[in-house]
T-cell receptor, first 112, second 113 residues
Framework: GQQLNQSPQSMFIQEGEDVSMNCTSS?????WLWYKQEPGEGPVLLIA?????ELTSNGRLTAQFGITRKDSFLNISASIPSDVGIYFC????????????FGTGTRLTIIP | SAVISQKPSRDICQRGTSLTIQCQVD?????MFWYRQQPGQSLTLIAT?????????ESGFVIDKFPISRPNLTFSTLTVSNLSPEDSSIYLC??????????FGSGTQLSVL
């Protein structure tokens, strides 16, 4: 089946630094979603992207839907301790077939 | 966004028993899904819970092992049957809204001894 390759697998950054992660696929997807998961919780939706080339922000988070529809990027500016968690990309291939494919996750650790 | 209540939040079960997980949504939703997240892994779709009909299972998941009920548009249950240690995972209920946004419950952490 389809796979979403997410990188990096883990990140160790200092508070205040910017963070970038991406998600790529060999297949075209029509909707991209980014989630954050903290220990003991379900994933929480951060940003949804619906159109190739779309750039959407949510506070310090910015995500882009790649122009080829095969990738997406998430950036976090000026990281803070509460940004710690695992970030997952997810994507839907076809309208009317709303099964999500999930990426492998990026574990973000912030060094004080 | 929909508010999803999932319970139990965690349980420890003996091998060979079953656990039923409940998912309650605060609004009517058409699409409801059950996911499994094995330790340190990403999320894998188990099945789509269809209201009034049998669930649609993904490859590798069968109804005898993971029976699902969906009696109405706000409620669903997932049972994990004949438990073995390999079933130790987080099980997550999720719903899809009209804008193709998928929202998750807080999950059920299952440990099988």
């Amino acid at each position: 089946g389809q796979q979403l390759n997410q990188s990096p697998q883990s990140m160790f950054i200092q508070e205040g630094e910017d963070v970038s992660m991406n998600c790529t696929s060999s297949s075209i997807f029509n909707t991209w979603l980014w989630y954050k998961q903290e220990p003991g919780e379900g994933p929480v939706l951060l940003i949804a992207l619906y159109k190739a080339g779309e750039l959407t922000s949510n506070g310090r988070l910015t995500a882009q839907f790649g122009i080829t529809r095969k990738d997406s990027f998430l950036n976090i500016s000026a990281s803070i301790p509460s940004d710690v968690g695992i970030y997952f990309c997810a994507a839907i291939q076809d309208f009317g077939n709303e099964k999500l494919t999930f990426g492998t996750g990026t574990r973000l650790t912030i060094i004080p | 966004s929909a508010v999803i209540s999932q319970k139990p939040s965690r349980d420890i079960c003996q091998r060979g028993t079953s656990l039923t997980i409940q998912c309650q949504v605060d609004s009517q939703v058409t699409m409801m899904f059950w996911y499994r997240q094995q330790p340190g892994q990403s999320l894998t779709l188990i099945a789509t819970a269809n209201q009034g009909s049998e669930a649609t299972y993904e490859s590798g998941f069968v109804i005898d092992k993971f029976p699902i009920s969906r009696p109405n548009l706000t409620f669903s249950t997932l049972t994990v049957s004949n438990l073995s240690p390999e079933d130790s995972s987080i099980y997550l209920c999720s719903v899809l809204d009209s804008r193709e946004k998928l929202f998750f419950g807080s999950g059920t952490q299952l440990s099988v001894l």
